[in-house]
């Protein structure tokens, strides 16, 4: 039961956006930015790292959802789950691989990240803009795996809701739904 | 050193902020709603402290020193009285709720799953309302990650911790939006 009340069709996150909408709408601005705006990073591989670092938090909520969106964008399955065990086994770039590590080192602390992360990720050609991004993608979703379980919000009934949510955040991103969410209420029944 | 190029001098988070504009406005917009917007059954001061202790715990020297300065401004402490709650809340004369929320962000900044029913029940028994508490834990969160963001690329932070106090006032009056650079 969340700790809070949350609207009960609306499990994980977006019972909690819906909760608060004037401080969900900055969370959803940011979010679309890092995940969905201009980078020379693919939609697919900054929800590696929102996949990575929720797992490392060990939140389940975001964990399928991120893992099923990087799925849709990637086109395949294998690269999100290597990466939640082995990152340097992962079917990806030496630049990738580099970026993932400290997205891992971020959510351990902020003080994890130290000067060889960064170089090893510069030698391998990422550049400052996408280390940063990567920093501040991995500190959001350090927000996000707190506000999600530290309400004790629930999982959806079943796994197919993520498969529902992850071609939602690929057509209409991160920000509200203009209609809201309440057509979600008979596919709980 | 800042691990990256900033292509500026600004300290912590402002530095950051300048040198990525766009992530900086709902950055600002979300710190400015939770702490200081006058809708809100919490003090500023009050959410301050969270801000603050949850920084402490994370360790972040910039973070702890702007808000622990702004919530001196507000609940009139000084520096010595701020690192006093830091340090050992429990034997200050903080009211039982606002003791009973720094719980639940400090189980906030360990992990999501480390705050339990307990924390909530006693946080709700000392007069917290659903919406104290879903503000305590997502202050808690959003600090877990400016923090990290602000750790996490080596930001510079003015060592002087007077250099917090006497820009907290004119932070106060003016607001997060304004923080960049002035």
């Not at chain 1, 290597?82 to 351990?108: F, G, H, Q, Y």
Request: hydrophobic share 35%; aromatic share 8%.
């Amino acid at each position: 039961m969340p700790y809070i009340a949350v609207e009960a069709h609306l499990p994980g996150i977006t019972g909690l956006l819906e909760y608060r909408k004037d401080t969900a709408q900055p969370i959803r601005e940011l979010t679309q930015i890092l995940l969905r705006g201009e980078s020379t990073l693919t939609e697919g591989e900054r929800e590696l790292i929102a996949t990575v670092t929720s797992n490392g938090n060990e939140c389940k909520f975001c964990t399928a959802a991120h893992t099923a969106a990087a799925d849709i964008f990637l086109g395949e399955t294998e690269t999100s789950a290597c990466i939640k065990t082995d990152i340097e086994s992962a079917p990806l770039s030496e630049k990738m691989k580099a970026l993932l590590v400290i997205a891992d080192k971020i959510r351990e602390s902020g003080r994890s990240v130290k000067p060889e992360h960064v170089e090893r990720a510069r030698a391998a050609g990422a550049t400052d803009l996408e280390i940063h991004d990567t920093v501040l993608i991995a500190a959001l979703f350090c927000l996000y795996n707190r506000y999600v379980d530290g309400l004790a919000t629930a999982l959806p009934d079943s796994p197919a809701y993520f498969d529902m949510l992850a071609e939602r955040l690929k057509n209409h991103g991160y920000m509200r739904l203009p209609q809201g969410y309440d057509h979600l209420k008979k596919n709980q029944q | 050193m800042a691990h990256i190029k900033l292509n500026n001098e600004l300290p912590g988070i402002r530095g950051l902020m300048a040198y990525r504009p766009e992530t900086e406005v709902p950055l600002n917009a979300l710190v400015e709603l939770l702490l200081r917007d006058d809708n809100n059954t919490l003090t500023r001061g009050e959410r301050e402290l969270i801000g603050t202790y949850v920084s402490y715990l994370n360790d972040c020297f910039f973070c702890q020193n702007v808000h622990g300065a702004l919530a001196g401004h507000y609940l009139n402490c000084n520096i010595e009285q701020i690192d006093s709650i830091k340090h050992n809340f429990q034997s200050t004369d903080l009211s039982p709720k606002m003791k009973a929320l720094l719980s639940i962000a400090a189980s906030v900044q360990k992990g999501g799953k480390n705050v339990t029913e307990e924390q909530i029940e006693a946080a709700r028994t000392e007069g917290a309302t659903d919406v104290e508490i879903h503000d305590t834990v997502l202050i808690a969160a959003s600090f877990c990650m400016f923090n990290r963001y602000v750790d996490g690329l080596g930001t510079w932070a003015p060592q002087d911790r007077q250099f917090y106090v006497d820009r907290a006032p004119r932070r106060a009056e003016e607001g997060y939006q304004s923080s960049v650079y002035n």
